[in-house]
Nanobody, 125 residues
Framework: VQLQASGGGLVQAGDSLRLSCAASRHTLSTYRLGWFRQAPGKEREFVAAINRDSDKTYVADSVKGRFTMSRDNARNSVYLQMNSLKPEDTAVYYC???????????????????WGQGTQVTVSS
């Protein structure tokens, strides 16, 4: 599965961004999907995950109430709506997919099989 993330950029604190991730060559509808992020000098951390039918999502406590993950299987895409951005949200954001294991609330990077190339989000204070 080839994933392509987009939508990152430089914004000010309090602004919003919507990240998108599209797949080529494969249909995403059968995959669980996730977003992770990695700031300089830090480990890659879980942001959000969604199951195949969009009836269950998990978001990290650090972004709960500000970030929302959704998917559009008809468009073969997944999204991360980020509101009320903070400087500590600055990171490279990666979309990821896996075919089998159900999503859980405390996802780890090693549990995901396919990764996009990442999109940079920079939030200035």
């Amino acid at each position: 599965v080839q994933l392509q993330a987009s939508g990152g950029g430089l914004v000010q604190a309090g602004d919003s961004l919507r990240l998108s991730c599209a797949a080529s060559r494969h249909t995403l509808s059968t995959y669980r999907l996730g977003w992770f992020r990695q700031a300089p000098g830090k480990e890659r951390e879980f942001v959000a995950a969604i199951n195949r039918d969009s009836d269950k999502t998990y978001v990290a406590d650090s972004v709960k109430g500000r970030f929302t993950m959704s998917r559009d299987n008809a468009r073969n895409s997944v999204y991360l709506q980020m509101n009320s951005l903070k400087p500590e949200d600055t990171a490279v954001y990666y979309c990821t997919a896996r075919p089998i294991r159900p999503i859980v609330s405390n996802e780890s990077p090693g549990a995901w099989r396919y990764w996009g190339q990442g999109t940079q989000v920079t939030v200035s204070s």
